[in-house]
């Protein structure tokens, strides 16, 4: 069955991380993210799994360990991070897989599609480094450990 577009706490954890992640110049530490987006470390630590076997980030272990982005900013969208966690986000049309509708009209009047249509857009044109520019004019200073990000 197809899917309505949802943003699972998974995925906004991971879009929130990743970001936090590409602000910083030092190694960026699980506890630290967690504390920044109040998510849980256990979770966190999931999430960030997902990010590192589909290599948007690389990990070093150890006290002086963290992540790094793994590739140019300009390359990680937030399409490519929400499906990292949520897994490919395919447009099928109807949410019950018909090719013609019972009713003769559908009964959302088509609505699912185009916010699925819409959310998939919005996020593939929305990479990494444009929250990197933006933060720049931004007065909202996040603190990590020992780093201003």
């Known amino acids: 069955m197809s899917r309505v577009v949802y943003l699972s706490e998974a995925a906004s954890i991971g879009i929130h991380a990743m970001i936090l992640i590409a602000q910083s110049d030092i190694l960026v530490k699980v506890t630290d993210i967690a504390k920044v987006t109040g998510a849980s470390k256990n979770h966190l630590s999931k999430v960030m799994q997902r990010l590192v076997k589909d290599e948007l980030i690389k990990s070093t272990r150890g006290p002086s360990g963290g992540f790094v982005i793994n590739k140019n900013l300009d390359e990680i969208t937030l399409l490519d991070i929400y499906e990292s966690i ?64």
Not at 90 to 117: A, E, V
């Open 86 to 149: 949520e897994g490919k986000l395919l447009n099928t049309g109807c949410p019950l897989n018909r090719k013609i509708c019972p009713f003769g009209k559908c009964i959302t009047g088509g609505i699912m599609n185009k916010m699925t249509n819409d959310f998939i857009q919005y996020f593939k044109n929305q990479t990494l480094n444009e929250f990197i520019n933006n933060k720049k004019q931004n007065s909202n200073k996040f603190k990590l450990q020992n780093s201003k990000l």
